[in-house]
């Protein structure tokens, strides 16, 4: 069981926008703890998306976009591409664990 | 160019030890702590924890912490992950990431290809 919980699946058409939520507690995302999201195809290394809350590192098309309110986040991807398919998790920090929490981890898959 | 290059796939027995290992490079490794992170099979990303290579601090997430050591040695820019005694549900990915910022909160901005661990009799 993920500390953070987001939706196990998501899915768009080319070109379509999609948003995959995630929700925390008290102890990491509403504590104002920062919100990063990353993109991992399995087996290779995960690709920080947006650190920060709502920052793209450079590289980071602005297709991709995030934000965060009290205990929840969302990430928001615009003109859906075929590359775009993936695994996504957010993270933050959890005070209760002095450590890093993830969540389960979304599948995006681009129809 | 920074990167986090780890070691190899290991096929271990049950109760063998094991030491993987990620060697950073392109950055002042003392400068930014390294984090390890597990994926079991079909499962999502958990941190196990994390270390600080200028002074060797480190904390560990509670269902790793007596299971697994995490250590570096600065000299040769390299962080390590350490078990003494594999068990079969240590089968997993292991990745190592460099923290963006020094601080426990920042995200991990360079990520290790990951190091594939299976236990098998």
């Known amino acids: 069981q993920s500390v953070l919980t987001q939706p196990p699946s998501v899915s768009g058409a080319p070109g379509q926008r999609v948003t995959i939520s995630c929700t925390g507690s008290s102890s990491n995302i509403g504590a104002g703890y920062e919100l990063h999201w990353y993109q991992h195809l399995p087996g290779t290394a995960p690709k920080l998306l947006i650190y920060?809350?709502?920052n793209r590192p450079s590289g980071i098309p602005d297709r991709f976009s995030a934000s965060k309110s009290g205990t929840s986040a969302s990430l928001a991807i615009t003109g859906l591409q075929a590359e775009d398919e993936a695994d996504y998790y957010c993270?933050?920090?959890?005070?209760?664990?002095?450590?890093?929490?993830f969540g389960g981890g979304t599948k995006l898959t681009v129809l | 160019e920074v990167q986090l290059v780890q070691s190899g796939a290991e096929v271990k027995k049950p109760g063998e030890s094991l030491r993987i290992s990620c060697k950073g490079s392109g950055y002042s490794f003392t400068s930014y702590w390294i984090s390890w992170v597990r994926q079991m099979p079909g499962k999502g990303l958990e941190w196990m924890g994390r270390i600080d290579p200028s002074d060797s601090y480190t904390n560990y997430s509670p269902s790793f912490q007596g299971h697994v050591t995490i250590s570096v040695d600065k000299s040769i820019s390299t962080a390590y992950l350490q078990w003494s005694s594999l068990k079969a549900s240590d089968i997993a990915m292991y990745y190592c990431?460099?923290?963006?910022?020094?601080?426990?909160?920042?995200?991990?901005?360079?990520w290790g290809q990951g190091t594939l661990v299976t236990v098998s009799s």
């Open positions: 993270q933050s920090y959890d005070s209760n664990l002095s450590g890093w929490v």
């Open positions: 990431a460099r923290h963006r910022a020094y601080s426990s909160s920042s995200g991990g901005d360079y």
């Open positions: 920060g809350n709502n």
